[in-house]
C-alpha cells in the first residue's frame, strides 16, 4: 500500500527553527509537495522537490532524498503565523497525488 | 478575481436529503479535484477530473457523483446524505500536461457540510 507518515503535532518557539519530517512508501514517484493550511482554510502550496537536496525559499526550505523515502521542511525565524498544519504529498507513478495526515505545528512566543 | 472558487461555503442539511456543491475555477487548468477533509483534518481525494478522465477513490460512496458542464467547472451532488458525511469538502484544481508534468494544486476555500 502506500504510505505517508508525518509527526502528528510539533511545538517550537518564537524566533527558532524547526524541522518537519515526512517518510514515504509510494508506488513510484514524480515530486514531493508542501502544504501550509491554517485553520478553517485551505491547504496552500509551499514547495516542490522532484530530485535530491534542498530548495529554499525565504524562510522555509525543502529536502529530499529519493533513495530513503524522505523530505523535510525547515522553517526559520519561526512567527507566531507560521502556526498552522503542513501537509507532505507525493506524486505517485499515475501522477496521483497521495497526501500525508500533516503536521499540526504550534508556536508558542 | 478569486482563482478557485465554492460555493456554498456552509451547507447545513437533514438525512436523506440531497444536496450539491458548486466550484470554478479561472486558472484555465486542465484538471479539477474534490476532496473530503474530515475532523481528524485528513485530506482525502475523491475524484480528479480533466475532460479526458474520471478517476474515482473507489473508497467513495456511489452517493457522490461529480458533474463537470465544463472545463472551469467541477460540482459535487450528494445523494442520500448520512451523517458521516459531516466534513469539510474542497476542491481545488491543477494543470497536468500531456507530457505527466505536475504542478501544484490550487484549493477553493472548502464547504463546511453539516448533516443534522
Known amino acids: 500500500g502506500q504510505n505517508i507518515d508525518q509527526p502528528t503535532e510539533m511545538t517550537a518557539t518564537e524566533g527558532a527553527i524547526v524541522q518537519i519530517n515526512c517518510t514515504y512508501q509510494?508506488?513510484?514517484?514524480?515530486?514531493l509537495f508542501w502544504y501550509q493550511q491554517h485553520a478553517g482554510e485551505a491547504p496552500t502550496f509551499l514547495s516542490y522537490?522532484?530530485l535530491d537536496g534542498l530548495e529554499e525559499k525565504g524562510r522555509f526550505s525543502s529536502f529530499l532524498s529519493r533513495s530513503k523515502g524522505y523530505s523535510y521542511l525547515l522553517l526559520k525565524e519561526l512567527q507566531m503565523k507560521d502556526s498552522a498544519s503542513y501537509l507532505c504529498?507525493?506524486?505517485?507513478?499515475?501522477?496521483?497525488?497521495?497526501w500525508g495526515a500533516g503536521t499540526k505545528l504550534i508556536i508558542k512566543p | 478575481d478569486t482563482a478557485v472558487s465554492q460555493t456554498p461555503k456552509y451547507l447545513v442539511t437533514q438525512m436523506g436529503n440531497d444536496k450539491s456543491i458548486k466550484c470554478e475555477q479561472n486558472?484555465?487548468?486542465?484538471?479539477m479535484y474534490w476532496y473530503k477533509q474530515d475532523s481528524k483534518k485528513f485530506l482525502k481525494i475523491m475524484f480528479s477530473?480533466?475532460?479526458?478522465?474520471?478517476?474515482i477513490n473507489e473508497t467513495v460512496p456511489n452517493r457522490f457523483s461529480p458533474k463537470s458542464p465544463d472545463k472551469a467547472h467541477l460540482n459535487l451532488h450528494i445523494n442520500s446524505l448520512e451523517l458521516g458525511d459531516s466534513a469539510v469538502y474542497f476542491c481545488?484544481?491543477?494543470?497536468?500536461?500531456?507530457?505527466?508534468?505536475?504542478?501544484?494544486?490550487?484549493f477553493g476555500p472548502g464547504t463546511r457540510l453539516t448533516v443534522l
Open positions: 486558472l484555465g487548468h486542465d484538471t
Open positions: 504529498a507525493v506524486v505517485d507513478s499515475n501522477y496521483q497525488l497521495i
Open positions: 481545488a484544481s491543477s494543470q497536468v500536461s500531456s507530457a505527466g508534468a505536475y504542478n501544484e494544486q490550487f
Open positions: 477530473y480533466n475532460n479526458k478522465e474520471l478517476i
Open positions: 522537490n522532484v
Open positions: 509510494t508506488s513510484g514517484f514524480n515530486g
